[in-house]
């Protein structure tokens, strides 16, 4: 249960990130599935959505 939990949470928040329609999709369903398959995997997804974060917040503060 907390497997699909994660893997709904990974994916939504992928998906919102990279884009809409189907390469957007396609990424969060690999990302989802590196994410729910191993501790390491859920480490680089977990980590790299944390810098995009952090990339888009000190964007946002230069531009505006």
Do not use: F, N, W
Request: hydrophobic share 40%; proline share 2%.
């Amino acid at each position: 249960m907390l497997k699909s939990i994660a893997g709904a949470v990974v994916g939504e928040v992928i998906g919102r990130k990279s884009g809409h329609g189907l390469l957007g999709g396609g990424i969060g369903a690999v990302a989802t599935r590196l994410a729910t398959r191993s501790i390491p995997g859920l480490l680089l997804v977990g980590g790299a959505i944390v810098a995009k974060s952090i990339y888009d917040q000190r964007k946002g503060r230069k531009e505006g």
